[in-house]
């Protein structure tokens, strides 16, 4: 079974700085995609950034964009020029081309300080 | 993307009793899901809800504890019966199309505290 850790319990950046939150992934599938999500405290889980595995180019919005290393299994969230809006728990999420179900990281809890 | 409706927002409720949280999407969907997020924890998937017949349940969730309605493509039903204090989570209502790859689209939550 395809697990996704993430092993950054909590980070906290300053504020219009650049932070980086860490994923790593375990799967034998070579067809699957990425995402990042973003939980504020109004528990709303909102889609940040997405990123198929077949693409060798990391997916880029706005601020956010992500390092994604397939032979790694890695795939780290960059959010540049960080705002106070951005604090938020953050997961990490892998879904299976050939199956629905979707698996989440444990979450980071990102703090932005101003 | 699809707006999701979810109800209650919140609830407390006695141990013993039972909860049915509603989840009503705008747009036909092909897929949907039903989450338990723990207090400080991620999310867990707890079942796939099948349109016209039986849920596909996660491990260690179990179909006489988490009834499942998915009576057409917007509408379905979780409900969390026999309810102990371990219940009290956070459960969100998924949604998907099946063969794309978008991320899915969540619905606001419903906060149950069970006493």
């Known amino acids: 079974a395809q697990t996704v850790t993430q092993s950054q319990p909590e980070m906290s950046v300053q504020e219009a700085e650049t932070v980086t939150l860490s994923c790593t992934y375990d799967?034998?599938?070579?067809?699957?995609?990425l995402f990042w999500y973003k939980q504020p405290p109004s528990r709303q889980m909102i889609l940040v950034i997405r990123q198929e595995a077949y693409k060798q180019q990391n997916a880029t919005e706005n601020r956010f964009s992500v390092n994604f290393q397939k032979a790694a299994k890695s795939f780290s969230l960059k959010i540049s020029d960080s705002q106070l809006g951005d604090a938020a728990m953050y997961f990490c999420a892998y879904r299976s081309a050939g199956n629905n179900d979707m698996r989440f990281g444990a979450g980071t809890r990102l703090t932005v300080k101003p | 993307s699809a707006v999701i409706s979810q109800k209650p927002s919140r609830d407390i409720c006695q141990r013993g009793t039972s909860l049915t949280i509603q989840c009503q999407v705008d747009s036909q969907v092909t897929m949907m899901f039903w989450y338990r997020q723990q207090p400080g924890q991620s999310l867990t998937l707890i079942a796939t809800?099948?349109?016209?017949?039986?849920?596909?349940?996660e491990s260690g969730f179990v179909i006489d504890k988490f009834p499942i309605s998915r009576p057409n493509l917007t509408f379905s039903t979780l409900t969390v019966s026999n309810m102990s204090p371990e219940d009290s989570s956070i459960y969100l209502c998924?949604?998907?199309?099946?063969?794309?790859?978008?991320?899915?689209?969540f619905g606001s939550g419903t906060r149950l505290t069970v006493v």
């Open positions: 809800a099948n349109q016209g017949s039986e849920a596909t349940y």
């Open positions: 799967t034998s599938e070579s067809d699957y995609y």
């Open positions: 998924s949604v998907g199309w099946q063969g794309v790859g978008d991320g899915y689209t």
